[in-house]
């Protein structure tokens, strides 16, 4: 009995140990850098306006709409391709300015990160991804929340209203995600004069 209990375990470790050697070889690292001043409002490859506060990314190739889990230092977020570039040799990944921000990529500016495949975000009206930036015909999408670096896929509702305190190293970009809504909206209900000046404390309504 004891000879078939260590079998059925060494089985179990070795399948275990499996699973994380190959969650380990899906993530790639990439030399990635953001976007954000000067750009808001311009068209992005998928037809939205681009949105420095979104979660989004800009990629050479992936089809629009890839989710992609990206990790820097120790923090990690979801990510929506919905642009095309960097077009500077070498870099991979150029990230939105609210990503950014959340990782701490800003102060770096470029930096290695790592990135595994996360899902798609289906566009209104697009058909199929294809490849290119053609296979979108949509204008209009909901990107993923994030919660700590963690998506919640699993269509639970937001609480609706409330009040969020500020912690020590809390962004306004990163607390919009966590709550599920944006930094705008924040900064109207709280009269907040600079989003990139909040203090531990101070209480958000939402």
């Known amino acids: 009995m004891s000879r078939i209990f260590g079998v059925l375990l060494l089985g179990l470790t070795l399948w275990a140990f499996a699973g994380i050697f190959a ?70 990944l150029d990230l939105s300015q609210a990503a950014a921000e959340y990782l701490g990529l800003t102060q770096a500016g470029v930096d290695y990160v790592t990135y595994n495949y996360a899902g798609d975000v289906a566009y209104a009206g697009d058909v199929s991804y294809g490849g290119g930036a053609g296979g979108y015909s949509g204008s209009s999408y ?28 809390d962004t306004l970009y990163g607390i919009a995600q966590e709550l599920g809504t944006t930094v705008d909206s924040l900064v109207a209900a709280n009269g907040v004069a600079d989003p990139d000046l909040i203090m531990p404390g101070q209480e958000l309504r939402y």
């Open 142 to 169: 909901s990107a993923p929340q994030t919660a700590q670096g963690v998506a919640s896929y699993g269509g639970q509702a937001q609480p609706e209203g409330g009040v969020y305190v500020v912690q020590p190293g």
């Open 23 to 92: 969650d380990r070889a899906e993530a790639e690292t990439a030399l990635a850098s953001w976007y954000g001043p000067g750009f808001e409002g311009n068209p992005t490859a998928s037809g939205e306006p681009y949105n420095p506060y979104a979660f989004t990314a800009a990629h050479k190739t992936l089809p629009l709409g890839t989710q992609l889990e990206v990790s820097y230092n120790g923090r990690s977020v979801i990510v929506t391709v919905n642009d095309r570039g960097p077009y500077i040799p070498g870099r991979e």
